[in-house]
């Protein structure tokens, strides 16, 4: 009997995404795993697939930076660029790293600029050199 349960309980490790599929079905709200699975999808091209994951941990951890992100940029893809915009300045409010703010702050000057919004875009632009120019954080400086 342990030996049926253990070759059964072995399949689950046969990939990456097998083991993470496995982990959502038997815990409850989990969206680190929500986001890990989306992420192995988006390696393996199934785009489609990967933002379920990223739209369902974000729906479970509304903060949760890594599929926010990847939800702005499909937003941007799809061209739903007032969404995208709205989600990359709740982003920019979470995130402590200058560096990880100066790469929004971009992404806010390109779509600002697909909309003809040169002024805001040349302020993102701005916001983002500026943040460029900033020292590391101190939580990296300890490390």
């Known amino acids: 009997m342990l030996a049926l349960l253990a070759h059964r309980q072995i399949g689950y490790w046969e990939d990456n995404a097998t083991l993470w599929v496995h982990t959502i079905q038997v815990t409850h709200n989990n969206w680190v795993a929500q986001d890990i699975l989306g ?11 990967a933002m379920r994951h990223y739209r369902n941990a974000v729906s479970i951890n509304p903060n949760d930076e890594v599929s926010n992100m990847m939800i702005a940029r499909d937003e941007w893809d799809h061209g739903l660029s007032s969404q995208a ?4 300045k709740t982003l920019l409010s979470q995130l402590d790293d200058p560096q990880e703010q100066a790469d929004i702050y971009e992404n806010l000057a390109m779509l600002y600029r697909e909309l003809g919004n040169s002024s805001a875009a040349d302020d993102s632009r701005q916001r983002a050199a500026r943040l460029r120019q900033s020292p590391a954080p101190r939580s990296l400086l300890a490390k």
Do not use: K, Q, V
């Open 85 to 88: 915009i709205a989600r990359y």
């Open 39 to 49: 992420n192995l999808l988006s390696l393996r091209g199934r785009h489609d697939e």
